[in-house]
């Protein structure tokens, strides 16, 4: 599986950017979205089951972050409202062919892209 992410950039303390995540090769079933910021482990963000579409979330972005799909695409979607300065990281999506959310059972990685919030 090849991952592809883009959408990161510079917006300001309550504004939004949408992330993407293409993906190729080998099928699997769950897309996640991690984060890492200075100085910090990277983080789990949220998830999404390919087939069934359930969704999964931390704690601090429930609210403000929505995760999507669209197979015909094979890309999953990262609506990221209401940013703080808190949400300044690198994120990356990662694949993986069982249901779970913990970053070291994912297989697959993306590059990461830099998601900077300033306040």
């Known amino acids: 599986v090849q991952l592809q992410a883009s959408g990161g950039g510079l917006v300001q303390a309550g504004g939004s950017l949408r992330l993407s995540c293409t993906a190729s090769?080998?099928?699997?079933?769950?897309v996640g979205w991690f984060r890492q910021a200075p100085g910090k482990e990277r983080e789990f963000v949220a998830a999404i089951g390919r087939i069934d579409g359930v969704t999964y979330y931390t704690d601090s972005v429930k609210g403000r972050f929505t995760i999507s799909r669209d197979n015909a695409k094979n890309t999953v979607y990262l609506q990221m409202n209401s940013l703080k300065p808190e949400d300044t990281a690198v994120y990356s999506c990662a694949a993986v062919r069982r249901i779970t959310t913990r970053e070291r059972d994912y297989d697959y990685w993306g590059q990461g892209t830099q998601v900077t919030v300033s306040s």
């Open positions: 090769g080998r099928t699997f079933s769950m």
